[in-house]
């Protein structure tokens, strides 16, 4: 997952917060170990090893996230792929900036992109890639179940108020403040332009205040890595369908219990198009979901049950 997790516990004996604390990044850094794309002992890098030639067994935690995410492939009408790694790889995005590819490496790489491709054997606990090439990427759900995993372990020592994050793009809300629930404040993205902006941009505006309770909020955007060819814009994102960076999609956060869910959800809420959103927000009982897309002259703002605090002349959200 290659990410940052930090953890703020609330509570009145700092010996035992610690103890649970220390604990829970234990349990975090075990599914890394698991889970990791960048780790070379990993159960998924021996799965992408191995995979094109036989199947491979994993543990039942690799398993069931795996059959979780081929759920949300499918609710997502394939936004969310955890095998979009060799389109990633192929527009320079894994452990670099990114570059544009020719489209005869694009068609390459989409050839092996698909949880169609995936065969997955319950009773074996096995996975097999159908095509040779193929590379699996839990970055963007395994972050969220190291936060549940972790969340677990704070419930059972007895913390009842933290704040966890991975990344500081999923966060879980265990409990709340000292004043109420926890607030996150999500900035307003930054509108697309033809060239990187130099100088800096002014401080972004507070665009929403979400509030966690026993809850996951999970933001994915897409201009804070990019480059440049011939004056415009490619973010890091990819789309999985069409094989290209998106260039339309801003911002994505979404609201829910599980953090597992929202990070995978964010993913397929920053690339949904309006029927496939509407699917999504019916998925799940309480599920909040912002959207923020550029259509080239503004930004347009899509939400459920997220109240939002500013847009600009021009914008507004329903």
Known sequence: MATRFEFVLAGDNPVALRAAGEEAFEEVDRIESQLSLYRSGSEIAHVNANASYRPVRVSPMTFALLE??????????????????????????????????????????REVV???????NAEQSTVRFKRAGMMLDLGSIGKGYALDAAAEILRDAGVENALLHGGTSTIYGLGEDVDGPWKIAIDEPVKPGTTAPEPPPPAPKTLAVIELREQAL????VWGKFFEVDGKMFGH???????????????????????????ALSTAV????????????????????????????EIEYSSKDIQLRHCGAGEGAP
């Open 218 to 221: 999970s933001v994915s955007a």
């Open 68 to 109: 979780k995410a081929r759920v949300f492939w499918e609710l997502s009408g394939g936004a969310f792929d955890v095998t979009v790694a060799p389109l990633v790889r192929c527009w320079g995005f894994i452990k670099g900036s990114g570059s544009r590819p020719s489209d005869e490496q694009i068609a390459q790489a």
């Open 237 to 263: 994102v990819i789309d999985p369908r069409s094989g290209w960076p998106t260039r339309n999609a801003l911002l994505a956060c979404v609201v829910v219990d599980s953090a597992t869910d929202s990070d």
């Open 114 to 120: 698909g949880m169609q491709f995936l065969e997955l």
């Open 270 to 297: 920053l690339l949904g198009s309006p029927s496939e959103l509407e699917r999504i927000s019916g998925s799940h009982t309480g599920l909040s979901y912002l959207q923020a897309r550029w259509n080239g002259a």
